[in-house]
């Protein structure tokens, strides 16, 4: 995402009266989801959520589709989230150079829309596209143009985690520039009996608004989708049961923003020499946290809630146990 929302701890000390003491554990910033139900076109969309909240959603995991399965005035209509076809180009990941020499394999289709946008090499030189969630071997680039220029790694990994590899311990992932590139890496491959292996290419083909990390192994299409009929479907959308699909970018229909909300857990802790009456603890420790919330301008749509405890109570009686010490001679 442009703006992450990620987790920050907060500790606050308040004091409640003279009786109480209240220690502010854990703030932390939460996403969660709105529904716009103004029809807007897909960049309409994105320029409203960027302005008034943080982006468009993002929707690829089980947490994101249960949000939006919970906003029933949905129902079975189409809204925009921030996944957007870019652009059918592929490169290497090492300095993002354009391709100059190619071997792909016969009939390869390079220009689908689907999830396969990573590029590997077969045992005999030839280049071809799968998911970039399999786990392969792969060839790191080293950099050395004297010396050895390519390595290989048995080690099953997808295509990113294999990058950051490559990207740790040498320079990147293989790139080949020539016919003579690609016969030492066909070579390295009978050497060592490797069928198919990672080399730098990839494709991105469809990202998220805010720039989270597309997980296609999390995306949930709708069956046949995406299609890009027409050849110009170039933008997504989710259904109430959390599917999504591609759609043209044109067209005007809800959709939905990330929004932040904080939220602050407290523990209360209760001293007391007599009977607690948990009513009466529970008003004053409200009292003093809107106290607190309008001096820091935070009332504003604030709302407290309590946790209740199994035994149906608020509060829960903490026990000292005490163990007597002998000491032998």
Known sequence: MLQQCQSRRLHTEFLLRRRFSMTGLVSETLCYLVLIQEPKNW???????????????????????????????????????????SVNSWCWSFQGQNIVYTNWGLNEDTTSSTQRMCGMIKYGGTWHVVSCDEQKDFFCYTGNNTGQKFLLFKQKLTWHDALQYCRRYHRDLAIIRSLTDNRIIENLMALYSVFDTWIGLSNNLWLWSDQSSVSWLSLKWISGEPDN??????????????????????????????????MQLVRVAVKSSGHLDESAVMAAVEEKINQILKEQNMDAGSSLTWK????????????????????KC
């Open 308 to 327: 209740v405890q199994p035994n149906g109570k608020i509060f829960q009686q903490q026990k000292n146990d005490t163990q007597n010490t002998r000491t």
């Open 43 to 85: 960049t309409e969309a994105q320029s409203f959520c960027r302005k008034f909240h943080l982006d468009l959603a993002t929707v690829q995991s089980d947490q994101d589709r249960a949000m939006i399965k919970e906003i029933n005035s949905l129902t079975s209509l189409r809204a925009w989230i921030g996944l957007y076809d």
């Open 229 to 262: 009929r027409n050849g110009n479907e170039k933008c997504g959308f989710v259904l109430q049961s959390g599917l999504i699909g591609d759609k043209g970018c044109l067209e005007q229909i809800p959709f939905f923003c990330t929004k932040r909300r904080q």
